[in-house]
């Protein structure tokens, strides 16, 4: 996978993509133009967790598209995409329209989705408000069920300021936080991991790569366990769907995980081995249970 990583850094194989949503936020997306003739096959939409961008898909991204068209989002508040004016805004539900509208800006009729997190959930939204347009899921790390433990250990560092002077310290600071989740990382891993979730400012120092203001919902509504989605979750019906589940994740339990595959007829559960919440994506694990999806995909 590094010398994959390698070679990817050597060109840019993506294009820019911005779109505006309905509340006038400009947002960014990277678009990988998939092999001649893919046009006919119902592109790939990939999107990322909460605090996180497309450069979470920078090796993923290009393997998918050796196959299909795919594009890699990033929500408000995060990336290359506008901070919204109003906090509130930074919920599932907003960011369904702004896909929505990334849809419609594209031309994309059918579309399947590979989430990682609030990525997964907005897909699950998204099959219930556009009946019959998705055609396949990746759900990595999420379900219509999740552990208050890890929603509790998300909100208690997310949004929190702080910068560091080298990408070095920024990299030790950030396996400080998260050395329970990969734990067999080295600095190598956790430089890479680092360079995908933060930025260099203006001013030289390291900052994560998203408007703090993110977690302000979370702090009044109780973030993604506020309502019901299991009737949400069974809109996928029978489209392939691959549920990706961390070994050591707190958001997604394997029991919750063996729940949803005895919900939904196309459902199957992978479970990522040595990794928490969540798995990058990178891992062979992964990529070979997302290979065996992309086969299953309609391509027409």
Known sequence: MAKLEAKQEARRDWSDHYWWSGDGVRLHARVYAG?????????????????????????????????????????????DSAYAKDPMTYVPLTYVQDVIALLDDLGIDRFA?????????????????LPGRLVGAVLNDVGPELQTSGLDRIRDYIGAGGSQPTWIHAARAFAELNGAIYPHYDIHDWLRLTKRTHRLTPGGRIVTDYDKQIAAPLRVTGGEAAFDMWPVYRALGSVPLLILRGELSDILARAAGEKMVAELPQARLVEVPG??????????????????????LPTA
């Open 35 to 79: 092999p001649e003739g893919s046009g006919t096959k119902p592109p790939v939409l990939c999107m990322p967790g909460l605090a996180r961008n497309a450069r979470d898909f920078e090796a993923l991204a290009p393997h998918v598209a050796q196959q299909r068209h795919t594009i890699a989002i990033e929500f408000r508040g995060r990336g």
């Open 113 to 129: 989705t590979i989430g990682t997190s609030l990525g997964g959930l907005v897909s699950m939204l998204l099959a219930a408000t």
């Open 275 to 296: 990794v928490g919440h969540a798995p990058t994506l990178d891992e062979p694990e992964a990529i070979t249970a997302i290979d065996a999806w992309l086969a299953e």
